[in-house]
């Protein structure tokens, strides 16, 4: 199956007892046994470890990344946190020095007194992070484009060192979506997603989820998800199913805003810098041509004055724009990374990779582009 076909199809089928196209949500906690041991069915005794709805999502995740295993969490820093409880103390684990503040925060805070080493650095530099390479690192960490600073990092590259070291690689594909980027193809271990964003794409539900090429690995993080219990519930999971179904059609429309967006904002007179991949002037525009399929809803930019004060009126003046913590809905949502999604990143961590006052991350929608343009041509005014 192509692509498109499998965000419908994938991994889908029509519900045993009744032939209901579309999964059910199995509202339960647990199944019938027949005899003590022995459940009605073998798949199915208690819903922390499995639930059909959820199993339904849980196919259709390993499906569209091209995996063998996908698991559905409660948020996206739960899937996190189930891959980092893999590791124990002395182990080492490589990640970016530009992440989304909630993962950063939790390396460096619910990680600290763990034992494990975090390091976090300029995955660009190719030689600088092989170096760091030791017999105690297990674990190398990325997001690709980065949040909120739009970096990109060759995954195919990275993924050659990997292997050559015998590491685990994890790619947070939450900005591209397997739409635009498939890691697992280009030889990544393990998938995680915030799929509160584009996977669920209407911004009513928080969810997260990883997806493994290795079956045992899968299995492996199955165990820890059901022995620790920040599992999916099933009219969440039901939702984020429904969403999976219109991805493809929502990322066409958010990469065509997107573009748009990026290219009014990089000829206005306020505006400093626009961080897009889909723009020329982008660093990693090339590898982004290479790697993703096209460059996504995802836009931030920062003003020549670099001052706060322009940051704050121009989010306050946006009309269509909500100014809201999130990305990934259908509705555009404009975010001040130093006091919402990275208010938990320490000052200095943030100048170092150039989180200033006054930077902006827009989530293009899907809403009509002219009424796009003229909300942000208002509030720049
Ligand atoms: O919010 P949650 O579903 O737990 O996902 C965490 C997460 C992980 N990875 C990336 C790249 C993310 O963007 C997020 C969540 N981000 C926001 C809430 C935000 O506004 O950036």
């Not at 995802?298 to 306050?316: H, P, Q, R, Y």
């Not at 990374?337 to 000052?347: D, G, K, L, Q, R």
Request: with cysteine.
């Amino acid at each position: 199956m192509k692509f498109n076909t499998k965000v419908i199809h994938g991994g889908q089928h029509p519900e045993a007892t009744t032939g209901a196209v579309m999964t059910p949500i199995y509202q339960t906690s647990t199944y019938a046994q027949t005899s003590p041991g022995k459940p009605f069915h073998e798949d199915y005794e208690y819903a922390r470890t499995t639930n059909p709805t959820r199993t339904a999502l849980e196919n259709a995740l390993a499906s569209i990344e091209n995996g063998e295993r996908g698991l559905a969490f409660s948020s996206g820093l739960a899937a996190t946190d189930c891959l980092i409880r893999m590791f124990k103390s002395g182990d080492e684990i490589i990640t970016m020095d530009d992440l989304y503040g909630g993962t950063y925060r939790m390396f460096t805070n619910i990680f600290k007194d763990s034992g494990i080493k975090f390091h976090f650095v300029e995955m660009n530099d190719l030689d600088t992070f092989e170096s760091l390479i030791n017999e105690n690192t297990k674990l190398v960490w990325i997001e690709t484009p980065t949040n909120p600073l739009m970096k990109l990092v060759d995954i195919a590259k990275i993924a050659k060192i990997t292997k050559k070291h015998n590491l685990l690689f994890a790619v947070d594909n939450t900005f591209a979506t397997p739409y635009l980027q498939k890691p697992l193809d280009l030889g990544a271990d393990v998938v995680m997603h915030s799929a509160t964003k584009y996977l669920g794409g209407h911004s009513d539900l928080i969810a997260g989820a990883l997806v493994t090429k290795d079956p045992e690995l899968g299995k492996k993080l199955h165990f820890k998800q059901f022995a620790t219990g920040a599992i999916l519930g099933p009219m969440d999971s039901f939702l984020v199913l429904r969403g999976i179904k219109t991805l493809h059609l929502r990322m066409q429309r958010h990469c065509e805003n997107g573009q748009k967006v990026a290219e009014f904002l990089e000829k206005h007179a306020k505006i400093k810098t626009v961080y897009y991949p889909g723009l020329p002037s982008h660093p990693s525009h090339e590898l982004a041509k290479k790697q993703m399929k096209d460059f996504g809803g995802m836009v931030t930019f920062n003003f020549k004055s670099g001052e706060l004060k322009d940051a704050i009126s121009f989010l306050e003046k946006l009309q269509l724009f909500t100014l809201a913590e999130s990305l990934g809905g259908v509705e555009s949502l404009a975010n001040h990374p130093i006091n919402m999604s990275h208010a938990s990143v320490p000052v200095a961590k943030r100048l170092e990779v150039d989180i200033t006052d006054d930077l902006i991350r827009l989530s293009v929608g899907i809403e009509d582009i002219d009424d796009l343009l003229e909300d942000l041509a208002q509030a720049l005014k």
